[in-house]
Each structure stands twice: as C-alpha cells, then as structure tokens.
T-cell receptor, first 118, second 112 residues
Framework: DVKVTQSSRYLVKRTGEKVFLECVQD?????MFWYRQDPGLGLRLIYF???????EKGDIPEGYSVSREKKERFSLILESASTNQTSMYLC?????????????????FGEGSRLTVL | GENVEQHPSTLSVQEGDSAVIKCTYS??????FPWYKQELGKGPQLIID?????GEKKDQRIAVTLNKTAKHFSLHITETQPEDSAVYFC???????????FGSGTKLNVKP
C-alpha cells in the first residue's frame, strides 16, 4: 500500500520559533509537494520538488523554505513562525513515470500536519 | 496562472439523492482534471479524473463531465450514501503534473 507519512499530526509553536515539518514517501516518486489547506481557500501550493536537491516555488512560498536531500524525504521549514502560518499542511508525492496509457499524475497525500502558532 | 473556482461550498442532500459539484477553470492549456475526496482527519484521495480529450467518464456511482469550450467540469454522484460525506476538491493541471490548481472545496453532507 502506498504511503506518505508526515511526522507530526499536531504541533503548537510560538511566534518566532523555527519549525520543521517532515514528510517521507515509500513509493520512489520523483515529485513531492507541500500544500497549505485553509477553509474556503482550498489547497495552495507552497513548494514542490521534482528531484533530489531540486525545488521550485509554488503560489505562496513567502515565509517558507524546503529541503530535499533524499528522494524519499521532503521537509518544509518555517524559519520564523508567525500566527498567520497557523494552518493545515499537506505533503503529497507523485510519479512522472509513464506506464500504460501514460502518466497518471495522481497525487498521494499524507494525513496532514496541523500547526498552531501562538 | 490558472484559477479554479468551485461551487457550492457546502451541499446537503438526502441519502439516495444525487449531488453535483461544479468547477470552472481559466487556463485553456489545462488538460487534466482530477477530483479528490477528503474524509475527516485524512489527506485527500483521488476518486476520478478526466483528460481533455474526453467529455465524460463514469465509475460506478460517480461521473465527471468536461466542457472544454466553456472551461467547466462537474462531479456527479448518484444514489448518495452517508459514506459519501466528505470534502471534495476539483483541480486542474497540464500534462507536466507539476502544478495542480485546486478549487476551494465542497463540503458534502449526506443525511441518512
């Protein structure tokens, strides 16, 4: 069974703290993503990575950075947490490998990390 | 960039009724349109998708239709059941699959 694991389901941090959100996938996927989920706003892409050490900004990268040192692991870093970063963070992965009729593009999501910044 | 709008934000139906969720997109280059279902406490999961060379796709009680000219696509759920209660997201992307643009979500409540 495919699996994307986010290390922390719930975190409470203080303003100004450095926060690490970890994500690991066991499907050998090339692509990994970090999304932020807020009510009424859907899922917004923060960063994605299509290969080890490669990263690209999504739609809301400000205040965040990422790290991908190994293919299976993608970390989201909040250098100095602020209250407006209180949110649900979702990690996802997908494959670019073609099979059968072509790339499926399916995103596999973790269960999310709910971050509260006080 | 792409802009995906999704309606309604909440939908309440009686068990056995049909439910329809609609999305519009702005970028004519988008050619792959998945739908994701998010149950409480879980991450979203793909339930059905459609590519731009197809007008309709069906999988048991769920179906998706696509109107490329009008740039809108819809999710249809027939004979709804309580386990269909969840938040549904539509999305649009191009075939490079690097950037998915999601709608704002629809919370579906199926009343027994």
């Amino acid at each position: 069974d495919v699996k994307v694991t986010q290390s922390s389901r719930y975190l409470v941090k203080r303003t100004g703290e450095k926060v690490f959100l970890e994500c690991v996938q066991d499907m050998d996927h090339e692509n990994m993503f970090w999304y932020r989920q807020d009510p009424g706003l859907g899922l917004r892409l923060i960063y994605f990575s299509y290969d080890v050490k490669m990263k690209e900004k999504g739609d809301i990268p400000e205040g965040y950075s990422v790290s991908r040192e190994k293919k299976e692991r993608f970390s989201l870093i909040l250098e100095s947490a602020s209250t407006n970063q209180t949110s649900m963070y979702l990690c996802a992965s997908s494959s670019t490998s073609k099979s059968g009729t072509g790339n499926t593009g399916e995103l596999f999501f973790g269960e999310g990390s709910r971050l509260t910044v006080l | 960039g792409e802009n995906v709008e999704q309606h309604p934000s909440t939908l309440s139906v009686q068990e056995g009724d049909s439910a329809v969720i609609k999305c519009t997109y702005s970028d004519s280059a988008s050619n792959y349109f998945p739908w994701y279902k998010q149950e409480l406490g879980k991450g979203p999961q793909l339930i059905i998708d459609i590519r731009s060379n197809v007008g309709e796709k069906k999988d048991q009680r769920i179906a998706v239709t696509l109107n490329k000219t009008a740039k809108h696509f819809s999710l249809h759920i027939t004979e709804t059941q309580p386990e269909d209660s969840a938040v549904y997201f539509c999305a649009a992307t191009t075939y490079n699959f690097n950037k998915f643009y999601f709608g704002s979500g629809t919370k579906l409540n199926v009343k027994p």
